[in-house]
């Protein structure tokens, strides 16, 4: 048998899987990138607004660049991308970096769940929201939200809506020690009659004079408004607004409200500063601090620190702790009447956060803490 005789002919060479192009851990630097605001998130599809300082800013649609992975992009978040950011029908921006956060609002699905999920960035006013009735405020959400707040170096606003419904002021007492901003806002009818509860709140307006109270305390801020559904999130933003954000009222026989947004958006205030934002956000039923050491869960209750300088070395500030300073705190002459009921707030979360729950207590208990 004859023997073959070879050539460049015979060569087969296949192609590479991951591309003809050389790999290279240089990335471009996109100084050309332009500094956006985003404004809602739906679906891998971000909106984004442009020279939101300008008399005519641009809303433009945005995707992620691969770069980035899996690094959480929110409402707030100021982003740089490139491409087409002229705003024009059909056109599409890609998000390329994300810039340096002020502030992030984070919680967790429950007090023991190590996955944090980031609701807001760069707010720097949280506005929680509750009804003075309908539903019925919780002090627990309260004591929570401050959490939150004061974790994220954000400023806290506690809200009362429907207060032509039930005076809010014994509920506010609650709050007298700590230096938390409060306000209240009524509803009202076209025909000036009082409204009553459970009545859909696409019928109802909020007062020019609340309304007025709300828009300059958060004239030049970005704020988010955060609360359980159903208190009036929704109306409060579209009357700020003039957006058309879905709302909802009561259900008669839980007593809680209906889920109507299904996610988070930043609309501006007419009427306000450049760089005035509200966040309307979805309606939550727990709201979980996972992510919180518990010697922040302490430090956030400011009315109770100045005892622990009392405490022995170590205490855990629970009811058997021995030589715990907190309970005589709370009793000393002039102490707030809610001084015992914020030391069972603190108690509760610190509780929780070791997985337990305070002496006493059931898990309903704690769970109607928390809502």
């Given amino acids: 048998m004859a023997r073959r005789t070879w050539d460049e002919s015979d060569v087969r060479i296949r192609a590479n899987k991951r591309g003809s192009r050389p790999r290279t851990k240089q990335r471009p630097t996109h100084e050309d990138a332009v500094i956006v605001r985003v404004v809602a998130v739906n679906r891998g599809r971000y909106t984004c607004v442009v020279g939101e300082d300008e008399e005519q800013p641009r809303t433009v649609t945005c995707v992620r660049a691969k770069e980035l992975r899996r690094r959480p992009i929110v409402p707030g978040d100021l982003v740089g991308v490139v491409g087409d950011v002229t705003g024009a029908p059909d056109t599409l921006a890609r998000i390329v970096r994300i810039e340096p956060r002020t502030t992030v609002l984070r919680r967790s699905a429950d007090d023991t769940d190590p996955v944090e999920r980031v609701i807001v960035a760069n707010a720097d006013r949280l506005v929680l929201v509750l009804a003075a009735a309908s539903p019925t405020p919780r002090t627990g959400f309260v004591d929570r939200g401050l959490v939150a707040a004061w974790d994220a170096g954000i400023t806290p606003v506690v809200c009362m809506t429907k207060s032509d419904l039930a005076d ?9 020690d700590l230096d938390v901003i409060t306000l209240s806002t009524q509803r009202a009818t076209d025909r000036g009659e009082r409204p009553e509860a459970g009545i859909h709140e696409e019928s109802l307006a909020v007062s020019p004079d609340s309304l007025e109270r709300l828009r300059s305390l958060l004239n030049g801020h970005v704020s988010v408004f955060l609360g359980p559904s159903g208190v009036g999130k929704s109306t409060l933003v579209n009357a700020l607004t003039g957006a058309q954000r879905a709302t909802g009222g009561v259900n008669d026989v839980t007593g809680r409200g209906r889920h109507t947004s299904s996610s988070a958006r930043a609309l501006t205030v007419p009427g ?29 209750f400011t009315d109770l620190v100045p005892a622990t300088a009392d405490c022995p070395r170590g205490c855990l500030h629970t009811e058997d702790s021995p030589g715990c300073a907190l309970d005589a705190w ?27 729950t305070q002496r006493g207590d059931s898990e309903k208990q704690l769970g109607q803490a928390i809502t």
């Fill in 168 to 176: 809010p002021t014994e509920f506010l007492d609650y709050l007298h």
């Fill in 272 to 300: 306000t500063r450049p760089g005035t934002w509200v966040v309307d956000t979805p309606g939550i039923r727990s709201l979980g601090l996972a992510h919180v050491p518990e010697e922040e869960l302490l430090n956030a």
């Fill in 330 to 356: 709370v009793h000393r002459p002039g102490a707030s009447p809610a001084a015992p009921q914020r030391l069972e707030s603190l108690r509760r979360l610190l509780a929780a956060s070791r997985g337990q």
